[in-house]
């Protein structure tokens, strides 16, 4: 059961994540996900071309929204969230968070930004 809700979870992400365009057409993609243990990796690309200001912008609303689309599932149990962030399909940016990192500091925390 848990392998189909995380399964049926991680399809809805994909598709929410599929569906997230900037005005001028960009897509991002979950290229791999992953859960080992109490840490979820994701590996996603976005295709265009963006100033830092821009991509950085990006890639903390991509995080958000599958800090999102997670929260249901993790309740206040303690994960990471490692995403890492391609353009184009060069890795350009590693996010690491802590989600729940205690009962008085609940939610997504960033750990480490990475440029790649």
Known sequence: MRKISFVLLLLLTSIFLISCKKESGTNVNIIEQSLEGNNYFFTLNVDGTFTDEEFIELSYSSSSELY???KEKINNKKYYLTITLTNNKANRLQLRF???ETIEKPGLQLLSEKTL
């Open 68 to 70: 999102s689309s997670l």
């Open 98 to 100: 802590v989600i729940n």
